[in-house]
């Protein structure tokens, strides 16, 4: 049965958040405050946090520069996973997945369909992983937000969550890299 087991650790990882819009600042961020608060609230620490224009080569370039850096073991982007012509935030990412997680678009659009209808179709919400981290990627609104991470992200990124969890997987993200030729 799913749960939280009291006999495993609490792990804290490093979560980066990136919001994704031409027209929020620092000041207006609900969706990134949203995931800053929570990632906090959960025991995480927030090692970076930024905010970018709906442009593919930028929203790559940071994306891709937080999965080098140790401290950051999660991203979670805000933002550009519509239909519109902006909305390019699934487009310059999903390129960078060496793994893609079709679980997480599925169950997050279930959740989304309990508060929202159908209109959850209208999301390109995807996550996969890339150089050994995990990469969320998920609507601007802070509903979604809040619906990704109290309805997957928060279970999945605690090392007591049983059956299984994403954080006792990290150690193990990278070994196709390490058994190199081997497997080819």
Same mark, same amino acid.
């Given at each position: 049965?799913?749960?939280?087991?009291? /006999? %495993?650790?609490?792990?804290?990882?490093?979560?980066?958040? $990136?919001?994704?819009?031409?027209? %929020?600042?620092?000041?207006?961020?609900?969706?990134?405050?949203? $995931? *800053?608060?929570?990632? +906090?609230? *959960?025991?995480?620490?927030?090692?970076?946090?930024?905010?970018?224009?709906?442009?593919? +080569?930028?929203?790559?370039?940071?994306? /891709?520069? @937080?999965?080098?850096?140790?401290?950051?073991?999660?991203?979670?982007?805000?933002?550009?996973?519509?239909?519109?012509?902006?909305?390019?935030?699934?487009?310059? $990412?999903?390129? #960078?997945?060496?793994?893609?997680?079709?679980?997480?678009? *599925?169950?997050? !659009? %279930?959740?989304?369909?309990?508060?929202?209808?159908?209109?959850?179709?209208?999301?390109?919400?995807?996550?996969?992983? +890339?150089? +050994?981290?995990?990469?969320?990627?998920?609507?601007?609104?802070?509903?979604?937000?809040?619906?990704? @991470?109290?309805?997957? $992200?928060?279970?999945?990124?605690?090392?007591? !969550?049983?059956?299984?969890?994403?954080?006792?997987?990290?150690?193990?993200?990278?070994? !196709? #890299?390490?058994?190199? *030729?081997?497997?080819?």
């Amino acid at each position: 049965m799913a749960g939280i087991s009291q /006999e %495993r650790p609490f792990v804290p990882v490093g979560i980066a958040v $990136l919001t994704v819009s031409d027209t %929020r600042t620092s000041g207006d961020d609900k969706s990134g405050d949203t $995931l *800053a608060g929570r990632i +906090a609230e *959960a025991g995480h620490r927030l090692v970076a946090r930024a905010i970018v224009p709906d442009d593919k +080569a930028q929203i790559r370039a940071i994306v /891709e520069n @937080w999965t080098r850096d140790p401290t950051v073991d999660v991203v979670i982007t805000t933002g550009g996973t519509g239909f519109t012509g902006r909305d390019v935030t699934p487009d310059a $990412l999903e390129p #960078l997945f060496e793994k893609r997680m079709e679980g997480f678009s *599925a169950v997050f !659009h %279930r959740i989304s369909y309990d508060k929202i209808g159908t209109s959850t179709i209208q999301s390109r919400a995807t996550a996969g992983v +890339a150089n +050994a981290t995990f990469i969320f990627v998920l609507p601007g609104s802070p509903g979604a937000c809040k619906d990704a @991470w109290d309805g997957i $992200l928060k279970a999945q990124l605690d090392y007591r !969550h049983m059956p299984c969890n994403f954080i006792e997987i990290m150690p193990r993200l990278d070994e !196709h #890299l390490k058994r190199g *030729a081997q497997t080819a």
